[in-house]
């Protein structure tokens, strides 16, 4: 997949920032990556492993967005910005991508709109059409007038594909900032935030004070107040980072008399220093405040506010609601004021975990990788073309030919962490809009998991036995909870995977939903789980259970016995035709393994669900609604077909 990235910063480097960490993310996943940048070059951004193409560059004065000047300072005119423009589409020409992403716009950016729009224009004429997103922040400033607002909503409905949000809507819902209406909220797409910093060893121990002012002259303002600061109280022990687009002069005089050391330059090593800092100050951009969630390191945030700015403000006092910051707004700042909210943030225990996504970047890949093969499906260039399927849409409309449908779930064992991969697997299932069952291993759940799943639409989770441990003797098939334990035992394991994963796991998440390890349990467990706070099962087909909902797998596309990749599709789909054909009462239910999915078994995993819910027999289960109803007979006896092709995953 080929990707251009267009961004254009016009006060800090961090649109720059964000825009080449994702266009990096992408890249390092295999696909040829163009940045095309039309701010002034920031020494600090790296552009390893993509191609860039700058453009003339564009400013601001303070914070004048309206009036854009060019490198020299001087107002940017009609031959500048034509020139941009024809740059910007001739690098689309050359580069051929499948998918185009502008980053801010539409939703700001409004005097470069001329240069954006003839981008997604060209975009939109190429045969085949590429895919054109948005990439916008957790927050945007949103116009007090009314019609430009409406003038973004109608730009996303017929120009955009998907706008991706790289934010958590468990710490800021992007309605927090933008009025969105319904058919853009329908577009939007959370990835988490976007983190393309090194992890950062633990610090032994912290000390001193690190004060950071963003990239740009924005932040003078709190480097003066932080060396006056310093120079009344030095025992504090301070060091002051000062962005490279500050001027040289103006960083001399904010540094007369300090002590050698305490004032320099923005370093790249800025997130080993911040992880062992005690303290940190500075304003509250984006980049900051990813680098403070991931550092977990104490914060006295003064938010930029001037020129009736919002979006750090909004940011800083959502992170102070949860205890991660103190806000000193700009307008109190003082040297005094700093160093007594210095005072009062050190004095409080150290922050703990605080559950907010940072997996933006390889989120934002899985998502566009997603859309991309949708786009490939529809124009017949994927494996939903293959002649095999037209068998399924036969059988399917036999079924809505005598007024019937046939019902559709997906579940998906063995989750016990985030990562690519389940990124993958929730990018593909919320494309499509299906609700996912995701079976969580309760005594292996990390921490990556919950904070994945706030983010997550449409995932229920369901306790997926204990640990995971074959307890079955040798020479038998292989079970955590089969019927040659003692009841008393698996009992005790059925309760405290249920009670670990309500420890773990987000309540808006978590189904009582039981579903046993490698599909087998005793049929004595099945009847107690109901006391014991369950209220379904799901396995493979069989009987019902007085007081639980039954949902089981059907089709499981990976050869577990054999090569452990994609099992012979001819015969799944066969098997699949015979159980629509014999039972079309009966729920289909795709069973998937995202963590030990190669191509091939994802390669058909996409086309099934893509040529499943492009039939209107289908109809999608709605998993809590099922759940939730009264236990009732969903199973009757399971077709050959069901039971002899999910046995093979034991």
């Not at 016009?10 to 696909?31: D, K, M, P, S």
């Not at 914060?299 to 919002?310: D, I, K, R």
């Not at 493979?540 to 990749?565: E, H, K, N, Y």
């Not at 012979?568 to 629509?580: G, K, M, N, S």
Request: proline residues 8%; neutral net charge; aromatic residues 4%.
């Amino acid at each position: 997949m080929r990707v251009l990235i267009a961004v254009t910063h016009l006060l800090g480097a961090g649109h720059l920032t964000r825009a080449a960490a994702l266009a990096r993310a992408f890249a390092a996943a295999g696909h040829e990556t163009v940045l095309v940048s039309g701010g002034v070059p920031a020494p600090m951004v790296r552009p390893d492993g993509l191609r860039l193409v700058q453009l003339p560059p564009l400013r601001i004065a303070g914070t004048d967005f309206s009036t854009l000047l060019d490198a020299d300072g001087h107002a940017a005119g009609p031959a500048l910005l034509e020139r941009r423009r024809a740059l910007m589409v001739e690098a689309l020409a050359d580069f051929e991508p499948d998918a185009v992403v502008t980053e801010l716009f539409p939703f700001g950016r409004r005097a470069l709109a001329p240069e954006f729009m003839a981008l997604v224009e060209a975009a939109r004429a190429r045969r085949p059409r590429p895919l054109v997103l948005a990439s916008v922040r957790d927050v945007l400033v949103a116009s007090t007038k009314p019609q430009r607002v409406a003038e973004s909503h109608a730009r996303v409905a017929h120009l955009y594909d998907a706008v991706l949000v790289h934010g958590d809507p468990a710490l800021i819902p992007l309605e927090a900032s933008w009025p969105l209406d319904a058919p853009t909220a329908a577009k939007v797409r959370y990835t988490g935030y976007v983190d393309d910093g090194t992890a950062p060893a633990p610090a032994s121990h912290r000390c001193s004070v690190l004060v950071a002012a963003g990239s740009g002259p924005a932040g003078v303002v709190l480097l003066r107040a932080a060396a006056d600061a310093a120079r009344q109280w030095p025992d504090l022990g301070w060091r002051i980072l000062a962005g490279h687009g500050v001027p040289e002069a103006a960083l001399s005089e904010i540094g007369r008399g300090l002590a050698p050391g305490i004032l320099g330059r923005a370093r790249p090593d800025y997130r080993a220093l911040l992880a062992g800092s005690a303290l940190s100050v500075s304003q509250c951009g984006y980049n900051t405040a990813v680098d403070l969630l991931a550092t977990g390191t104490p914060a006295v945030l003064v938010p930029f506010e001037a020129g009736g700015e919002t979006e750090q403000r909004l940011r800083a006092e959502r992170l102070a609601a949860r205890g991660l910051a103190r806000v000193l707004p700009e307008s109190e700042l003082t040297p005094g004021t700093l160093v007594q909210a210095i005072a009062a943030q050190g004095a409080l225990p150290a922050p703990g975990a605080h559950r907010i996504d940072l997996g933006g970047a390889a989120r934002s890949v899985a998502l566009v990788e997603t859309l991309h093969e949708g786009e490939r499906r529809r124009r017949g260039r994927s494996l939903s073309a293959d002649p095999a399927f037209d068998s399924v849409h036969r059988a399917l409309d036999a079924v809505a030919a005598r007024g019937r449908r046939v019902r559709l779930f997906w579940r998906d064992d063995d989750a016990v962490a985030g990562g690519p991969d389940l990124d993958r697997l929730i990018g593909l299932a919320e494309h499509h809009g299906v609700p996912l069952l995701l079976a969580a291993i309760p005594a292996g759940i990390e921490a990556s998991l919950p904070r994945r799943l706030e983010a997550a639409v449409g995932v229920s989770v369901a306790v997926h036995g204990l640990a995971h441990h074959n307890h079955a003797p040798s020479g038998e098939k292989r079970a955590e909870f089969g019927a040659h334990r003692p009841l008393d035992s698996l009992i005790a394991d059925a309760a405290a995977g249920l009670q670990i994963a309500r420890q773990r796991l987000p309540a808006a998440s978590l189904l009582p939903v039981f579903v046993p390890p490698w599909n087998r349990v005793a049929p004595d467990l099945t009847a107690a789980l109901p006391d014991l706070g369950y209220r379904g099962l799901s396995a493979v087909p069989g009987p019902s259970i007085p007081g639980l909902r039954r949902l089981d797998a059907t089709l499981d596309p990976i050869d577990w016995r054999g090569s452990r990749s994609l099992s012979d599709p001819e015969a799944l789909l066969r098997d699949l035709v015979a159980d629509i054909t014999r039972a079309p009462e009966r729920p289909l239910g795709l069973l998937t393994h995202h963590r030990v999915h190669d191509e091939a078994v994802w390669g058909f995993v996409r086309a099934l669900v893509a040529n499943l819910l492009g039939h209107p027999a289908i109809q999608v289960v709605d998993l809590r609604e099922h759940f939730a109803a009264p236990a009732m007979d969903m199973s009757a006896t399971a077709s050959k077909s069901q039971v002899s092709q999910i046995a093979r995953t034991g």
